[in-house]
């Protein structure tokens, strides 16, 4: 049979409350640490779906100006070529500052779309306006044609924004051969 002294059972106590106390630690800071992952958790649910949300806006008001754009190129109205730009600006404008590193490639997209529909719809203007925004938002990023040509050389040599270089017209921008070739019969007939 054990004996236990005075001593002995003393120190199993003394053991006892440290271990309790530990474990009575490790529990408490458990459990700030999940209040915090959980707040954490909650906090990127909410900006998540805020994303989310801004995002299917975006994406409907998008069909919408395309469906007035699709009208536009229909009917030839340059009416309808503006109030398509003038809302895809709407759209994009749209987007709170939580959202805007979201879907970059479906909002450039449409915000060059808006560029070159002011163009066709004779606003030349707006058109330079918006370039020079679409440059400063998209810094370094350019959208191409099939053919592979620049979107960004294309509206600049449209809208003038591009000096002819010294070696030869346009030969320097990524823009469509044709347009190229139509630039330069146009340059040639109106100095001759």
């Known amino acids: 049979m054990p004996t236990h002294t005075k001593n002995s059972h003393h120190r199993s106590r003394k053991h006892a409350s440290a271990f309790t106390a530990i474990v009575l630690s490790s529990v408490v800071l458990s459990a700030c640490v999940t209040t915090q992952t959980f707040d ?80 066709k719809g004779g606003d030349v203007a707006a058109a330079r306006v918006n370039l020079e925004k679409f440059t400063t938002t998209y810094p370094d990023m350019d959208i191409y044609y099939a053919d592979g040509s620049s979107f960004i050389d294309t509206v600049e040599v449209l809208l003038g924004m591009r000096k002819p270089s010294t070696i030869g017209r346009y030969s320097d921008a990524n823009v469509n051969a044709q347009l190229k070739a139509e630039l330069r019969r146009v340059h040639h007939w109106q100095t001759h």
């Not at 989310?52 to 030839?76: H, I, K, N, W, Y």
């Not at 009416?79 to 590193?101: F, H, N, Q, T, V």
Request: proline share 1%; glycine share 6%; net charge negative.
């Open 40 to 119: 954490e958790g909650i906090g990127y649910r909410e900006a998540r779906f805020a994303e989310v949300s801004a995002m299917r806006d975006f994406r409907q008001c998008r069909d919408d100006a395309l469906e007035l754009d699709q009208q536009a190129r229909t009917t030839g109205d340059s009416a309808k070529y503006l109030a398509s730009a003038r809302m895809l600006e709407k759209c994009e404008a749209s987007i709170g500052p939580g959202a805007r590193s979201v879907a970059k490639d479906e909002r450039m997209q449409a915000y060059a779309l808006s560029i070159q529909n002011h163009l």
